[in-house]
């Protein structure tokens, strides 16, 4: 099952094709009713933070109302492998571009401009990464590899190949590079966590950053419509569905999946990322079969 709701396929597919772009886009003027003050939005991060809720956001129709911009998806793996040669479109918000900071701050970009960077627990991210590759990322090739490696493996190694691809994609080494970024004024670090602990809250200091400003009944709609439980069908967050691309929706997962083994694994690949990252070291609690 797809993770992007219905709403945001109309959206994107209205934006992409070429006989129904330039209807869409004067249709979508003449509802305009409040312009972005910025060009462009870049919305950075790393894969398995919530990229598919932030997707879903953006192509909601009362955000493109409120900010006249055009949601622009990077669809590629990114990281070490990202490829990006020109600048956004104008009037456009680049959603989950998977780049580094060296990759940010090379693009061109048109002034005034706003960035946010997505960072998450690498831990959690490991867990995501696994039972998404598992179960239930869209068929790429690169993700078939990975599954088909998984069904190979036993649940511990299938962690540590994980770990290993994750840090092959350049993954880790990109969060390091946002949090040890210089100041910028452009740009702010949002923590998934915060996202986990109250969706809406969340919600509501990215708009004040990126300066969308809602009607309270509007904002409150928006809210609903991506909450964990609407995207999941009906679950509460905390509630897992194995193979959901909205598995579970909480942070800290990791705890109930890293054993000692798997652990010491992290800790080869990644070293003292986790505490240069501001999250707490903590010894695993898990007991994983190695079936």
Known sequence: ????????????????????????????AFLVVERSPFVNIYHCCTQKTASQWF??????????????????????LGLRYAKLD????????????????????????AEP?????????????VVSWYFSARYSHARQPVVLEMRAELERLNTRDGFKFIIDKVAEFGTFEAQLSWIEAPPDPHLRIFRYEDLAADNAAFLGRLLDWLEVRLAPAEFEALARRNSF?????????????TRSHYRKGVAGDWKNH????????FR???????????????????TVGAH
């Open 1 to 28: 099952m797809s993770a992007k709701p219905l709403r945001t396929k109309l959206i994107e597919f209205c934006g992409r094709q070429p006989l129904v772009r330039p209807f869409w886009r004067a249709a979508r």
């Open 268 to 286: 080869a690949v990644t070293g003292d990322l986790v505490s240069r990252l501001g999250y707490a070291e903590e010894e695993p609690g898990a």
């Open 55 to 76: 997707r879903a956001v953006f192509s909601d129709p009362v955000i493109i109302r409120h900010t006249g911009l055009d949601p622009e998806p990077y669809v590629a």
């Open 229 to 241: 439980e609407r995207l999941s069908h009906g679950r509460r967050q905390g509630e897992e569905a």
């Open 113 to 125: 401009y706003r960035s946010f960077f997505v960072l998450r627990d690498p831990r959690d991210l």
């Open 86 to 109: 020109g600048p956004l479109p104008p009037n456009t918000v680049g959603i989950h571009l998977y780049i580094d900071h060296p990759t940010y701050a090379a693009l061109p970009k």
């Open 258 to 265: 890293f054993d000692a083994e798997i652990m010491a694994h």
